[in-house]
């Protein structure tokens, strides 16, 4: 079993980031929150389907890098399998694809006044915490390839839904003797939020 004290590290390590999370909402331009559907595919490296092996949902700010179709994510995922709880801090980058017409756009020479009222773009996070199971605290490791697609109601708020693969790695330590790894497909929907609007008029 994991040390209380390296739980407890984590566990603050997670705080911490809420609180980051929360002073960095005045600079954030984007605000995604989504239900999380996991289904397994590959356990230990060995096909092991599951349907419907975990439930959950993330939150996250992003902000875009400027001149460059990039924004970097910050946030907070949950997931439940069975008795099993994950709480992960979330980092990472999207790399913009479509954006609304006026969406986003870098100078007056990028708009394109057109009536597209779609957002396409591909997530890759990180993904650092702890799972427990009753008193023990393992640590575990994801990394996330997403494609998500948000449609544009009114001025800020997309409906907002996601598809990829998620792989979970959990380090040999004194509970599990043997080092486990798991592949999911991960299904999202939810809403986005645009906090800073940007258009651009001729």
């Not at 230990?44 to 001149?67: A, H, M, P, V």
Request: glycine share 8%; charged share 15%; aromatic share 16%.
């Amino acid at each position: 079993m994991i040390s209380f004290r390296f739980a407890q590290y984590m566990l603050k390590k997670i705080l911490t980031l809420v609180l980051m999370c929360c002073s960095i909402t005045i600079h954030a331009q984007f605000i995604t929150a989504r239900a999380t559907h996991a289904s397994g595919i590959l356990s230990n490296n060995l096909i092991e389907t599951d349907f419907s092996k975990s439930l959950g949902g993330e939150i996250y700010f992003s902000k875009s890098l400027d001149l460059i179709p990039l924004n970097y994510n910050l946030g907070l995922d949950y997931m439940m399998t069975d008795s099993i709880q994950a709480a992960y801090a979330v980092t990472g980058l999207s790399f913009i694809i479509f954006t609304p017409s006026g969406f986003s756009a870098t100078n007056v020479e990028s708009v394109t006044y057109t009536t597209f009222n779609w957002l396409h773009y591909a997530d890759l996070n990180i993904y650092n915490g702890v799972q427990l199971s009753g008193d023990d605290y393992v640590y575990a490791f994801a990394g996330e390839v997403d494609y998500n697609i948000g449609y544009l109601l009114g001025k800020q708020f997309f409906i907002h839904t996601g598809f990829g693969g998620r792989y979970t790695n959990i380090p040999s330590n004194k509970n599990t003797a043997l080092e486990f790894s798991s592949v999911d497909f991960m299904l999202k929907f939810g809403i986005l939020w645009k906090l800073k609007t940007r258009r651009y008029k001729q």
